[in-house]
């Protein structure tokens, strides 16, 4: 069988096709990715569920399915899907990286964009080989050594969920600041044709891309700050987060070692002209005068139609041992060794830190359905999808609260926002069932919470007698009541006499909490008058997904 | 011009590069004009420096109410129908909707939207309701419909799950979810409520109709009619309870509706404003409706919490500024029995 990928008809073809399908699976990315928000439909009372949230990316990501399979000994829900990328990689090399990750397509278009650093001779000196490239497969090593013993730290890596995070927390945020700051002035103006123009396109752009509500996230800045450089670092060496540091495309590079498409290199009709590394897009050495490296090509065939004598074509089933190829990852086995030591290392000195065990954070408030957290951090990517789906905003992301080994996992704000009573958009998003998914039944904050004996509960409400109006100034409030969700409300009021600073007796409500009914969703908190510093505040104990954090005997 | 590109050369060689007159001219002059402009500006800018002040408030109190006509009653309470019944008896009783919305009227429709909870947990006003109040201003010759509240829970989920937002569109009404930029500074002009920020739709509209559902409230005692109003406000609402009867009056005072239908289907006589149990819900099939808020709020909480006037401090305050009478029995109610 002698099928041929190149040559004259397909020379100019391939290359098209792989930007339709880069710019077609990036749309497709942003679109579920804007799309990853609360959008009801009209019609009914029912629960609202997610239709296509950008989760279904992460399904196809085999990193993610790998590491989640060897931290929880299972794969969660969609995760299987993941074979459809992992499969054929096994017979056509890392097309995934060249033709369908939106974080390559991103650097890829970057990376093409004119700059000093790649001019001419350059250019194509950074096109070659580099052995930095091998750092990637460390990092894959350390990453899934990790997850094995119980963090998912490979998460802060993982294209997609660099790429939810960066995007859903920092970039979209900023994008609907500037397009509102744009708007709002047009929507403003006293010329009826500005007006209405301005209105027509705020309606258009609301339905669209644009948030219910401009979200605000902690570290947003860094988040963006990050992404931006390493799509800025991309214009001075093409895609150098795909070849140094990307541990999907370690994992799909080892996978290609037994592909059946490569590279031919036709070494009679090479005159080393150099024009294939050009456009190289793996630095994988497509060059006659060089072997070819099999694990670090990205499949993108610009090497076949630069090529002026037609000397390369990509072929099924070659006569690997008469090509100069090197066909697995040219890593080494002190280097494969410190990968492996590094990722063995990692968990135990996290662990002896304190956090986790001893001295957990009093405000870290994890989504409903989370799972312990042990086994929260081994199951959380950091993607930062639940932190985009919640509709108050509240889910933001840790800098020290959960340790370090947790940063960038989600907690709860109430400050910013509670937990929406009958909503478990998070829990539906999260690919990897670090947030468990459950219903609004079983979080059972909804109906009948006096009769769901066992709602989720995210903490305890607390009071602060010092602050708190009724309680320290003779002033009646109780919003805090009025806003308790669950019926039996938890917040309970007793009627007292209490002498304001004129010496007038006055009869007032003060608030109390029944920890027995309080599901720590953070209404209380978020609805306090004294807005910077609550006189009423959620607190983590009594969190149903930790058996030893309660505060109670005997809750029912 | 050839003369001048031989000799040129030869000057540079033996001294300095100079300008011609005309060049060393026209460089002082724009260096001269720049001068002018940045001092122009700089002073201009110095006499523009003003300390920022908050946006002028509007100063309009928003009376939509229609002239009391003697042959229609000032309140009616209809029972033992289902929403959209009870809605038609009890217009027909106060002389029809086109007795209140008139041809290319903009009516905004003001239900109780507050809450993520369903219709049958009643914390939000019954959606039938709003629906055939809806049909009744379009059937009036209403210009435009709108149904609008700003919900305390997160507003896509309360408008969609008490089944409003379903039930207003079908019915042609158009649903504005509260948007942070349509809020305008209102000088209320009230004892305890000066400048607060008023969601924009309530101040544009030429009719207004309040449709609040009757509900137990730990502080107040009961949420009934004017409570209502807190839902056309933005800002820090939470501040409101501290002096909770003033600010009612206050807001009694600035928002007098065109007719006001209070939901008594359901009512939520335990764990109010919110609610949540079934067991906390009483099925009552009733509706007070009328021109008169103050009646119709004094008659639902002797009715279904048996408070007097006296209990509820902010009945005697809107009476006193002449806003309506608690001593509802003086006045010629209508009762309708249904079915």
Known sequence: ?556 | MAEESDQKPKLAANQPAGLTRREAMLQLLRVGGMAAGATAAGVWLSEHSFRPVPAHAEQARRDHRVANEEQYPRITVVQGGEPKELVQTALENLGGMKRFVSKNDSVVVKPNIAWDRTPEQAACTNPDVVAEVVRQCWQAGAKRVIVTDCSCNEPRRCYHRSGIQAAALAAGAEVILPDTEKFREVEMGGVVLKNWPVFGPFLDADKVINLPIAKHHSLVGCTLGMKNWYGILGGERNRLHQQIHQSLADLASFMLPTVTLLDAYRILVRNGPTGGNLEDVELKKTMVAGTDPVAIDAYAAKAWWNLDPAQLPYLEMTQARGLGTVDYDKLPVKFSKLG
């Open chain 1, 1 to 556: 069988m002698r099928c041929v990928l190149g040559g004259s008809v397909a020379k100019s073809r391939l290359p098209l096709l792989r930007r339709i399908s880069q710019i077609f699976f990036l749309v497709a990315f942003v679109a579920l990715l804007v799309f990853t928000s609360l959008r009801p439909t009209s019609g009914g009372t029912g629960d609202i569920h997610m239709r296509a949230p950008v989760r279904l990316f992460f399904e196809w990501d085999p990193l993610v399915a790998l590491a989640n399979a060897l931290s929880s000994h299972g794969l969660y829900r969609g995760l299987l899907w993941s074979l459809l990328i992992l499969l054929p990689t096994l017979f056509l090399g890392r097309f995934f990286c060249g033709w369908i990750c939106p974080m390559g397509t991103l650097q890829h278009f970057v990376g093409n964009m004119p700059s000093e650093a790649k001019r001419g001779k350059k250019r194509i000196e950074s096109n070659r080989y580099k052995r930095w490239q091998t750092i990637k497969y460390v990092v894959l090593a350390a990453g899934l050594v990790a997850a094995f013993f119980g963090s998912m730290a490979i998460g802060w890596l993982d294209p997609f969920s660099l790429l939810v995070r960066s995007v859903g927390l920092a970039i979209l945020p900023a994008f609907n600041y500037a397009v509102r700051a744009v708007l709002l002035p047009l929507e403003h103006s006293h010329v009826a044709a500005i007006k209405a123009t301005g209105e027509t396109l705020h309606s258009i752009l609301q339905a669209t891309v644009l948030d219910f509500r401009q979200t605000h996230f902690a570290q947003g800045l860094v988040l963006g700050a990050l992404f931006i450089a390493i799509l800025a670092l991309s214009l001075r060496v093409t895609r150098i987060w795909c070849r140094s540091l990307c541990p999907l495309g370690a994992l799909l590079g080892v996978v290609s070692r037994w592909s059946v498409l490569g590279l031919h290199k036709d070494l009679s009709k090479c005159t080393n002209c150099n024009r294939c590394l050009l456009h190289c897009q793996g630095g994988d050495d497509p060059i006659g005068s060089a072997p070819w490296h099999k694990s670090e090509c990205l499949m993108c065939m610009n090497c076949v139609g630069a090529c002026p004598e037609e000397s390369l074509t990509f072929k099924f089933f070659r006569d690997a041992k008469a090509e100069r190829e090197i066909s697995t990852p040219d890593i080494g086995r002190r280097k494969a060794l410190t990968g492996l030591a590094a990722g063995a290392a990692v968990v135990p000195l996290m662990r002896a830190n304190t956090g986790l065990g001893k001295d957990r954070h009093d405000r870290l408030l994890r989504p409903p359905g989370a799972l312990d957290e042990p086994d929260f951090l081994s199951r959380c990517i950091r993607c930062g999808e639940c932190m985009k789906v919640c509709p108050n905003n509240s889910l933001q992301p840790t800098l020290e609260e959960a340790g370090l080994q947790g940063l960038w996992t989600p907690t709860l704000v109430p400050r910013i926002g509670y937990c929406e009573p009958s909503c478990v958009l998070c829990s539906e998003v999260c690919p990897t069932g670090a947030i468990w998914q459950i219903t609004p039944k079983e979080k059972g904050w909804v109906v009948g919470v006096g009769q769901n004996k066992n709602p989720v509960r995210l903490g305890t409400a607390f009071y602060d007698r010092g602050r708190c109006l009724p309680w320290a100034e003779a002033i009646d409030c109780i919003v805090c009541e009025e806003w308790c969700p669950v019926s039996p409300k938890a917040i309970y009021v007793e009627e007292a006499q209490v002498v304001d600073s004129s010496g007038k007796v006055k009869t007032l409500k003060q608030p109390r909490v029944d920890p027995s009914r309080c599901v720590g969703c953070g209404a209380c908190e978020y609805a306090c008058p004294l807005q910077e510093h609550p006189a009423v505040y959620v607190t983590s104990i009594g969190e149903s997904r930790s058996p030893s954090a309660q505060i109670l005997l005997n809750r029912n």
